[in-house]
């Protein structure tokens, strides 16, 4: 344990001696984020619809590697201390310390996660620095999580919920499909009548080693391809604005949102990312790029063999581009989604409102 984590272990053990003294307020809900400074995404659209209903907190931060950033996030931990201990629910997407270490048993706290599921290992079933618990429920889109979840997040198996999340239900609108792609084609008209092929991975690294990406040639790709082919790309937020090499038939989209870049594209090529699971909703080709899977497994592990989902897997550009031309996996989409998601109604917002209605209510 570092000097820093035994400082900040003191400094909240002495304020959690005088917070179990205040009580919870039965009205209040927090929202905490280590990932963003602002609401956004499933954690935006259930502010939205409970604001008007309950007190509602924000503990909002966004933790970068740096010695300004370590000091903010020490001060942050002690206001999530107060907050979380003196709110009858906590709302959050990402794992949390204070959560785990220094919470009052009355407190329920809902996991929204910040994915559609998990390839990659995380949580309790890899090294960390601490043991992940205390959560109440946890979101998924498919009783398909449950074991794995219970294990990652120390729950059981009953408290994983698969209502969906809210963020999904747009995927499921095909008036919002319309309008994205739309307004994307408006903005980017050189776009219109191409084929499109999105490439979205995940990141090698974490938080604390720093974060790295596998090389992708896309000229070499597009070289062996119709003309009418192009590749946007948009890359993880935590490894921000990393670009391919410039290429006339190369689009960086990383200020883009990425649901809304699924819209007009055509197929998504992807790796380890949770967003292959959201991209499966569409219906449309999906083609792993993992040249380190075998390596991958190793170190860190996956929770879902990609090699079982009957899916195209590469290893090299050129067969990147062969894949491309031959893809025949389509239906196999379909199988996928209905395994993934329990839900296609769009109303997962609609469902994680009531829950956390529902909670709110028992005493």
Same mark, same amino acid.
């Given at each position: 344990? !570092? ?5 900040? *272990?003191? @400094? /909240? =053990? ?5 917070? #179990? ?107 960390? !620095? ?5 959560? *109440?429920? @946890? /979101? =998924? ?5 449950? #074991?794995?979840?219970s294990q990652a997040f120390s729950v059981n198996e009953d408290q994983v919920l698969p209502l969906g999340l809210p963020r999904t239900d ?61 590749i946007i790309y948009k890359f993880h937020p935590l490894v921000g604005n990393y670009q391919l090499s410039v290429h006339n038939r190369v ?113």
């Amino acid at each position: 344990m !570092t000097i820093q984590k035994i400082i900040l *272990n003191i @400094v /909240l =053990s002495i304020e959690m001696f005088f917070v #179990k003294f205040i009580p919870i307020k039965q009205n209040r809900i927090t929202f905490i984020s280590l990932e963003d400074d602002k609401l956004s995404s499933d954690m935006k659209l259930i502010y939205e619809k409970i604001k008007d209903k309950f007190e509602i907190k924000l503990c909002l931060i966004l933790y970068k590697k740096s010695l300004w950033s370590q000091f903010l996030y020490f001060f942050n931990c002690m206001k999530q201390l107060y907050l979380i201990n003196t709110s009858k629910m906590v709302i959050l997407h990402d794992n949390n310390y204070v959560v785990s270490k220094y919470k009052k048993k009355d407190v329920f706290v809902l996991q929204l996660w910040h994915a559609c599921g998990a390839i990659k290992k995380f949580g309790n079933v890899i090294d960390r !620095t601490y043991l992940i618990k205390n959560y *109440n429920a @946890v /979101l =998924s889109t498919s009783s398909y999580w449950k #074991k794995i979840y219970s294990q990652a997040f120390s729950v059981n198996e009953d408290q994983v919920l698969p209502l969906g999340l809210p963020r999904t239900d747009e995927l499921f609108n095909q008036e919002w499909i319309d309008s994205q792609q739309k307004r994307l084609f408006d903005k980017y008209p050189e776009l219109k009548n191409k084929k499109i092929i999105l490439y979205a991975p995940t990141f090698r690294g974490n938080i604390y080693k720093g974060f790295h990406q596998i090389d992708f040639n896309a000229k070499k790709i597009l070289d062996n391809l119709d003309e009418d082919y192009v590749i946007i790309y948009k890359f993880h937020p935590l490894v921000g604005n990393y670009q391919l090499s410039v290429h006339n038939r190369v689009y960086n989209m990383n200020h883009e949102d990425t649901h809304a870049l699924f819209t007009i594209s055509d197929m998504l090529i992807s790796d380890y990312s949770s967003i292959i699971f959201d991209y499966m909703i569409l219906n449309k080709p999906i083609i792993f790029y993992i040249p380190d899977y075998q390596e991958y497994k190793k170190e860190l592990g996956v929770f879902v063999d990609i090699e079982k989902l009957n899916l195209p897997i590469c290893n090299s550009e050129n067969e990147i581009s062969q894949v491309i031309i031959d893809y025949r996996s389509i239906f196999q989409i379909k199988e996928l989604r209905n395994i993934f998601y329990e839900y296609q109604d769009g109303q997962s917002l609609k469902r994680v409102v009531d829950h956390i209605d529902d909670a709110m209510s028992n005493s």
